[in-house]
């Protein structure tokens, strides 16, 4: 990861009562790397995925239905 603070941006999917996913898509542009942390956790654990991964958990996100 870089060494500038991360700027996460909420998931789009986050408008239903708290369940929000946070990605920094700057780290990917930078390292090819995602990071996904839970919003309501800001200092908890962050998941690195890379691109292809990402781009498969956006897809599983997509198909499920609320």
Known sequence: M???PLEWIKSSYSNNG???VEWAP??????????VRDSKNPTGPVLMLSSD???GL?????S???
Do not use: D
């Open 58 to 62: 956006v897809a599983l996100a997509r």
């Open 18 to 20: 708290g369940q929000c």
């Open 26 to 35: 700057s780290n990917k542009s930078a390292t090819g790397i995602v990071p």
């Open 2 to 4: 870089t060494t500038e």
């Open 64 to 66: 499920v239905e609320p």
């Open 53 to 55: 991964a990402f781009a």
